[in-house]
């Protein structure tokens, strides 16, 4: 039988983490393992004052608000990056106006109506494919109606 007379600190010592790195942010957890400590460790004949303790609380509930509320604005912000197929879907059936441009001087050379029969997505952007097969982009039309509404001869040139 093997009896260990002597503790090697080599093998404890290497195993720990050279350097504690503490955390900049109190979470609730963290700040009831302190109000829990602080009460615990409370001297009996002298225990803490209400107003500090009722204070320490209302601290508490304060830290959780804001951090439910953080984590509500993140959910919102997440949700808000919705692909465009789901954002221009509303479009379809829609009859949209859009212009052609001369490629060299860039002015604007027909505006061209037609009705979304579909849309899909390209690196990002909304694609839109018109009856007539033709496809553009969202961010190229300049009019939006229900087809109905465009048998009317109003704002036309």
Known sequence: MNVMTSIDSSLYLQNRPLERVPSPELGKDEFLQILMTQLQNQDPTSPMDESQFISQMSTFSQLEQTMNMANSIEKLVQQQNVSPILQYSHMIGKEVTYNTYDEETGEVV????????????????????????????????????????????????
């Open 110 to 157: 027909d505006s061209i109506s037609g009705v979304i029969k579909a849309v899909s997505q390209d690196e990002g952007r909304a694609v839109m494919m018109l009856e007539n097969e033709t496809k553009i982009y969202a961010d190229s039309i300049v009019e939006l109606r229900n087809p109905e509404a465009g048998s009317d001869s109003e704002g036309s040139d």
